[in-house]
């Protein structure tokens, strides 16, 4: 059973356009919800993250926005640029430390 | 500098043998993590250790083994029981206080 759902499978963008990727999750213990960049051959790194105590987040620009009701979360890229073109997961942890449950993954071209 | 290492970036092995992919992290931190990522699969849980001495299967651990004899490293061995050894391995690590997981760079396993 996943537990976290993600998508699209596949994004592409026009350069300084909106990317967004959505994120669904079912276990409502999780209390951390991050996203990581990974690049070909590369490790991924963390992006950013959010608890559920605020509704958004946004670092420069990236912004994860979060609808707990509802479950989910995404992350929206502004003025996509071709640099940012990679592989974006969502995760999801419950308190006590334990370990990431990550989405599938998107992949993102952004074009120019 | 500070971070996790794994060696090697890429590794070959035959069908049937046994391997040991290393991991190495000078953060100091309590958590470390190894994960499987298949293309379009994710990353998939394989063990993970909270403390020395300690660990705990994940999702995908049938036909792998770890240790974590010391706080800096946790090797993971990668048996002949394991049905399709080839995909991309990635250690992480975390402190026990937060939920901040960092990544190594990974080793590419192909095993033929």
């Known amino acids: 059973q996943q537990q976290v759902k993600q998508s699209p499978q596949s994004l592409i963008v026009q350069k300084g356009g909106i990317s967004i990727i959505n994120c669904a999750y079912e276990?409502?213990?999780?209390?951390?919800f991050p996203w990581y960049q990974q690049f070909p051959g590369k490790g991924p790194a963390l992006l950013i993250a959010?608890?559920?105590?605020?509704s958004e987040k946004k670092e420069g620009r990236f912004t994860i926005s979060f609808n707990k009701s509802a479950k989910q979360f995404s992350l929206h890229i502004m003025d996509s640029q071709p640099g940012d073109s990679a592989t974006y997961f969502c995760?999801?942890?419950?308190?006590?430390?334990?370990?990431?449950?990550f989405g599938k993954g998107t992949r993102l071209s952004v074009i120019a | 500098d500070g971070g996790i290492t794994q060696s090697p970036k890429y590794l070959f092995r035959k069908e049937g043998q046994n391997v040991t992919l290393s991991c190495e992290q000078n953060?100091?931190?309590?958590?470390m993590y190894w994960y499987r990522q298949d293309p379009g699969q994710g990353l998939r849980l394989i063990y993970y250790?909270?403390?020395?001495?300690?660990?705990q299967k994940g999702d995908i651990a049938e036909g792998y083994s770890v240790s974590r004899e010391k706080k800096e490293s946790f090797p993971l061995t990668v048996t002949s029981a394991q049905k399709n050894p080839t995909a991309f391995y990635l250690c992480?690590?975390?402190?026990?206080?937060?939920?901040?997981?960092?990544f190594g760079p990974g080793t590419r396993l192909t095993v033929t």
């Open positions: 959010i608890r559920p105590d605020v």
């Open positions: 953060l100091n931190h309590d958590a």
């Open positions: 992480a690590s975390s402190r026990r206080d937060t939920y901040e997981q960092y």
């Open positions: 995760a999801a942890s419950a308190p006590g430390n334990t370990p990431l449950v």
């Open positions: 250790s909270q403390i020395v001495n300690d660990f």
């Open positions: 276990n409502t213990a999780f209390d951390y």
